[in-house]
């Protein structure tokens, strides 16, 4: 079946630094890959999204590329900001298969 | 352009009441879904509807919960004689479906928060 793995949380960081989240999926086929962030009391947001291979999904200076080699979706940001802290959440949609939601990882930055 | 809407977003209920919860997806997407999720949790998937009809109900309790989706109206999610484990945030999402080109995109409603006391 599908399946998505994130890593362990929570991760906390200092202002300014670099941020990688790792992803990993299992499916067969070519699924759809997504980041979704979740603030404090709010519902998900889609934050960005790749659909094939070697695609590279970006976004408030978040980006993830769809590596099919290694069945991975990393999250990276290069400067994250105390605004950043909120829970981040892959995901997989396997056409006209239920989307599967990785546990989330929370991110916590320090001023 | 209203985006999903779930109400209401809180919601107290004492043990063995009845909880209805709403979701109204955006316009033009005719599938929904409904998720749980417990304090400092992820997200649990409950079931996948379309209209009349259920497509996935494979993370819905056997007993007390339901849910439909209706020709016309909001689709809802009901928890009969709640206990005290149901409290939790449920997340209701909306898509287009697979049609045409281009990724499913969900997109989620503010949630709706139950406490059972």
């Known amino acids: 079946g599908n399946s998505v793995t994130q890593m362990e949380g929570p991760v906390t960081l200092s202002e300014e630094a670099f941020l990688t989240i790792n992803c990993t999926y299992t499916?067969?086929?070519?699924?759809?890959l997504f980041w979704y962030v979740q603030y404090p009391g709010e519902g998900l947001q889609l934050l960005l999204k790749?659909?094939?291979?070697?695609d590279k999904g970006s976004n408030k200076g978040f980006e993830a590329t769809y590596r099919k080699e290694t069945t991975s979706f990393h999250l990276e940001k290069g400067s994250v900001q105390v605004s950043d802290s909120a829970v981040y959440f892959c995901a997989l949609d396997n056409y006209g298969q239920n989307f599967v939601f990785g546990p989330g990882t929370r991110l916590s930055v320090l001023p | 352009n209203a985006g999903v809407m779930q109400n209401p977003r809180h919601l107290v209920r004492r043990r063995g009441q009845e909880a209805r919860l709403r979701c109204s997806p955006m316009?033009?997407?005719?599938?929904v879904y409904w998720y749980r999720q417990l304090p400092e949790e992820g997200l649990k998937f409950m079931v996948y509807?379309?209209?009349?009809?259920?497509?996935?109900e494979s993370g819905m309790p056997k007993e007390r919960f339901s849910a439909e989706f209706p020709k016309e109206g909001p689709s809802i999610l009901r928890i009969q004689q709640v206990v005290r484990g149901d409290s939790a945030a449920y997340f209701c999402?909306?898509?287009?479906?697979?049609?045409?080109?281009?990724?499913?995109?969900?997109?989620f409603g503010a949630g709706s928060r139950l406490t059972v006391l």
């Open positions: 790749a659909t094939k291979a070697d």
């Open positions: 316009k033009g997407h005719s599938h």
């Open positions: 499916a067969t086929g070519y699924p759809s």
């Open positions: 999402a909306s898509s287009p479906g697979q049609g045409g080109s281009g990724a499913n995109v969900l997109t």
């Open positions: 509807l379309q209209k009349e009809n259920i497509i996935d």
